[in-house]
């Protein structure tokens, strides 16, 4: 059973610097969404895409952020111009298309420390 | 005032004991209600998965929803030193992402 597959699992940078991160979705799922969860609190919406459409973007989400799907596989954070307030835990999760018979299942993350 | 409402805690207690851990919300528009578990740089781990009100039974954890009062509940029974970790409950909306909405998490610690 594969899960939720996100790489890199930490990432270091100098403030400035752009980054991208990979999601790999649960096979077959077609809702994929991603988070972003700082030290002490709970994760926080930032986007969803249903296959290949990105639906929804929270506006934590600033123009400095992009997020792709590709042919409604797998998905990339890109992170621009990076912020020492970017640092954080960035989760991807994934479910299916009938979300009252499965909830949301999460990677374990990339983490991104901004030097 | 946040959507959803958690005690940080940490939360100690004795290996054996049961344990309660609660949310209260203020969003009449939820329906569906999640209890996740965290451990130290890990992601997010789904526990137990309502819809509306009521409860749900798995093993040693018990949810319980009352949607009158907006909070939620969730129960571990036996509690094991293997529990100790952060309990996230979220909760979600019925619209067109489902997207959740989370507390900030309570911390667990079960002593041996």
């Known amino acids: 059973d594969t899960g939720v597959s996100q790489n890199p699992r930490h990432k270091i940078t100098k403030r400035g610097q752009n980054v991208t991160f990979r999601c790999d979705p649960i096979?077959?799922?077609?809702?994929l969404y991603w988070y972003r969860q700082t030290l002490g609190q709970g994760p926080e919406f930032l986007t969803y895409?249903?296959?290949?459409?990105?639906?929804?973007k929270s506006r934590l989400l600033s123009d400095r952020f992009s997020a792709e799907r590709p042919k409604g596989s797998f998905s990339t954070l890109e992170i621009q111009r990076t912020e020492q307030g970017d640092s954080a835990m960035y989760l991807c999760a994934s479910s299916p298309d009938r979300v009252s018979s499965q909830p949301q299942h999460f990677g374990d993350g990339t983490r991104l420390s901004i030097l | 005032q946040k959507e959803v409402e958690q005690d940080p805690g940490p939360l100690s207690v004795p290996e054996g004991a049961i344990v309660s851990l609660n949310c209260t919300y203020s969003n009449s528009a939820f329906q569906y209600f999640m209890w996740y578990r965290q451990y130290s740089r890990k992601g997010p781990e789904l526990l137990m998965y309502?819809?509306?009100?009521g409860n749900k039974e798995d093993g040693r954890f018990t949810a319980q929803v009352d949607k009158s009062s907006k909070y939620i509940s969730l129960f571990i029974r036996d509690s094991q030193p293997s529990d100790s970790a952060t309990y996230l409950c979220?909760?979600?909306?019925?619209?067109?992402?489902?997207?959740?909405?989370f507390g900030s998490g309570t911390r667990l610690l079960v002593r041996p």
């Open positions: 895409f249903q296959n290949e459409a990105q639906l929804e």
């Open positions: 309502t819809y509306s009100s």
């Open positions: 096979s077959e799922h077609n809702r």
């Open positions: 979220a909760m979600s909306e019925v619209d067109s992402s489902y997207k959740l909405i």
